[in-house]
């Protein structure tokens, strides 16, 4: 048996995100473009023989108990398999949180992952990712990886093509949105059809291949709600135009921006000038990475 497994979660960002519907059980219906990043959190899974499952993390305001989602993830698998072991789960968080980047679903993806391999569970991705909705609406998508089209609440996925690759540059303002009162305040049937990402139409661009589209096309519904309450977030995506990206977006609930940059000279005088330079007082934490295409977990 496996007595430690090493792992990466990657973060995502949303090229696309659309909502439809708030459903009777309280759940929003989105279609959404999910792609992942290059940024990611490190997990040890370590097999202990003595049971329960222990958590440590490196960021202080974290829970280590029941309520980090790394725990759920182990506890889901472990108990419903009758694992008579225990397991340590080291976790080092490098995915800024509770910034629209589903670093915690990720956590959880990696730890499924992880579980069911350390374990020999012998369940298929598929069974993983039915098992990973009851966590969060984004860890099917987690397990799955790469560009997707996600749809339902987030458990129906379609892989789509691997974007060609361009330098995105990921801006953290320093505030706190909370996903739920974004949800809360979102009026998605009084917006103008123009607020709506076409979200078909990137699909379509993808599949060609065309970043220049994609660009052009990027779209979050959820701005409506963010960007009137927290300005810099608008001034973030401006920013970013004018450091010379051919879009910019905020992801997920934000409130974190991303800017694609074609011209790698320009993404890195842009995250320079951001870290060290007048853009300092727009973005708390900023990160220079790519799309990561690959679709395997480990
Ligand atoms: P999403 O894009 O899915 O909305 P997010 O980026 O907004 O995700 P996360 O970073 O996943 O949010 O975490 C949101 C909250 O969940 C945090 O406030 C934190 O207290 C809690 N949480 C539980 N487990 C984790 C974890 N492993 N990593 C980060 N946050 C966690």
């Known amino acids: 048996m496996v007595k430690h497994l090493g792992l990466k979660a990657y973060g995502k960002i949303n090229l696309g995100l659309d909502v439809l ?12 473009i999910m792609q992942t990043v ?5 997990l040890d899974l370590i097999c202990r023989s003595e049971p329960g499952i222990r958590v440590e993390t490196n960021l ?9 989602l790394v725990y759920q993830a182990a506890d889901l698998l472990m108990k419903e398999f009758g694992v008579s ?21 990720s956590d959880a993806a990696a730890v499924l992952f992880g579980v069911n391999k350390m374990f020999g569970l012998g369940l298929s991705q598929q069974q993983l990712m039915v098992r990973g909705v009851k966590i969060g609406a984004d860890v099917p998508y987690c397990i799955l990886r790469g560009t997707a089209l996600s749809e339902g609440i987030g458990e129906k996925l379609t892989p789509l093509p691997p974007m060609p690759q ?9 505030i706190s949105v909370s996903t739920r009162s974004v949800y809360e305040n979102l009026r998605a049937d009084r917006l103008r059809p123009e607020q709506h990402p076409d979200i078909d139409a990137m699909t379509a661009a993808i599949g060609e291949g065309d970043i220049h589209r994609v660009a052009g096309l ?5 701005e409506t709600v963010t960007i009137p309450a927290h300005p810099v977030i608008g001034q973030l995506k401006e920013a970013m135009m004018d450091y010379g990206a051919e879009g910019a977006l905020m992801s997920g609930s934000g409130p974190t921006v991303f800017g694609l940059f074609t011209n790698p000279r320009a993404a890195e005088d842009a995250y320079e000038d951001m870290r060290y330079g007048r853009g300092t007082n727009l973005a708390k934490q900023v990160y220079l990475t790519n799309f990561y295409n690959r679709r395997e977990q480990g």
């Open 21 to 32: 519907r708030k459903r009777e059980d309280g759940y929003h219906e989105v279609r959404m």
């Open 38 to 42: 290059g940024l990611y959190d490190r």
């Open 60 to 68: 202080y305001y974290l829970p280590n108990n029941e309520n980090n």
């Open 85 to 105: 072991q225990g397991l340590h789960i080291r976790l080092r968080k490098f995915i800024p949180v509770a910034a629209g980047m589903a670093g915690g679903s």
């Open 166 to 174: 361009c330098r995105v540059l990921i801006a953290r303002p320093g």
């Open 218 to 222: 990027l779209g979050n519904v959820l």
